[in-house]
């Protein structure tokens, strides 16, 4: 069972808004630490999208964007297209673990 | 331009000890602002966190892997390293090290590749 939990499929059409959220505890999120959103294809390493709760790495397209709120984050993603289809995962940084921690992944469907 | 690369046998013996060792190139290990630390990935499921070093030498394990896990890290090479202990097939995954930069106000994650490794007579 994973610390962060995120929801293990969404889907939409090309075109649409998704969001995908990740929900941790006053250790993790609650406490401030950055959350990281990252995106992974079928057999590939997962690749950032988003580093400290919001920020874009060069390259990454502006349809994805990250919040955070409480013990919360959570990644949008406009104009959603077909090469959107991956799995998704968030991460931070646990203080009672002193180390990472991972959501489960949500596996996003382009229908 | 930074660059993290795993390395060691691609293929273990159920009971023996997984070896991988990290390369650092275009950075420092040595640094106090970097975590670096081993995540791996089993075929078909998430990401598990396996643990944290710092170029001190100072370790931090997931509980579940504590008693089979040895991190080390070695500055004149730029390298640090994992040792898994008594492997069984359910440790077959893909390895990644990475290091996460919390000097600029947000933190940044970076990771290698991967390397797979095998659990199998």
């Known amino acids: 069972q994973s610390v962060l939990t995120q929801p293990p499929s969404v889907s939409g059409a090309p075109g649409q808004r998704v969001t995908i959220s990740c929900t941790g505890s006053?250790?993790?999120?609650?406490?401030?630490?950055?959350v990281h959103w990252y995106q992974q294809l079928p057999g590939a390493a997962p690749k950032l999208l988003i580093y400290g709760d919001s920020n874009r790495p060069s390259g990454v397209p502006d349809r994805f964007s990250g919040s955070k709120s409480g013990t919360s984050a959570s990644l949008a993603i406009t104009g959603l297209q077909a090469e959107d289809e991956a799995d998704y995962y968030c991460?931070?940084?646990?203080?009672?673990?002193?180390?990472?921690?991972f959501g489960g992944g949500t596996k996003l469907t382009v229908l | 331009q930074l660059q993290l690369q795993e390395s060691g046998p691609g293929l273990v013996k159920p009971s023996e000890t997984l070896s991988l060792t990290c390369t650092v190139s275009?950075?420092?290990?040595?640094?106090?602002?970097?975590?670096w630390g081993w995540i791996r990935q089993p075929p078909g499921k998430g990401l598990e966190w396996i643990g944290n070093?710092?170029?001190?030498?100072?370790?931090y394990f997931n509980p579940s892997l504590q008693s089979r896990v040895t991190l080390s890290v070695d500055t004149s090479k730029n390298q640090f390293s994992l040792k898994l202990s008594s492997v069984t097939a359910a440790d077959t995954a893909v390895y990644y090290c990475?290091?996460?930069?919390?000097?600029?106000?947000?933190?940044?994650?970076?990771w290698g590749q991967g390397t797979l490794v095998t659990v199998s007579s």
């Open positions: 070093i710092y170029y001190s030498g100072s370790t």
């Open positions: 006053s250790s993790n999120i609650g406490a401030g630490y950055d």
């Open positions: 991460q931070s940084y646990d203080r009672s673990l002193s180390g990472w921690v």
């Open positions: 990475a290091r996460e930069d919390c000097s600029g106000g947000s933190c940044y994650p970076f």
């Open positions: 275009g950075g420092s290990i040595s640094s106090t602002s970097y975590y």
